[in-house]
Nanobody, 114 residues
């Protein structure tokens, strides 16, 4: 089982980034996918979810209206489109897959700074 996040980097406030999580080793289409983030010195927090059943989504209030989660079951990939980025969005972003058990990626760093 493997989850590999990519797409992180340095971006200016107000900018955009798209994170990608490539999954392998399990039946991706059957798993609910989530994005979490962990800022320096803070606990890991959930920010977005997309279900396996109907692809419905939900977001933490801190990112609602700015971030969009999507999935491509043919490519075993989940994306996180991040717009209007703020310095407080700086964190390591993690992909999570969950059905009866959970899997985690190693994360990708997003730094929002001028």
């Amino acid at each position: 089982v493997q989850l590999v996040e990519s797409g992180g980097g340095l971006v200016q406030p107000g900018g955009s980034l798209t994170l990608s999580c490539a999954a392998s080793g399990f039946t991706f289409s059957s798993y609910t996918m989530r994005w979490y983030r962990q800022a320096p010195g803070k606990a890991r927090e959930w920010i977005a979810v997309i279900t396996s059943t109907d692809g419905s989504t939900n977001y933490a209030d801190s990112v609602k209206g700015r971030f969009t989660i999507s999935r491509d079951n043919a490519k075993n990939t989940v994306l996180l489109q991040m717009n209007s980025l703020k310095p407080e969005d700086t964190a390591v972003y993690y992909c999570n897959a969950h059905r009866y058990v959970g899997y985690w990626g190693k994360g990708t760093l997003v730094t929002v700074s001028s």
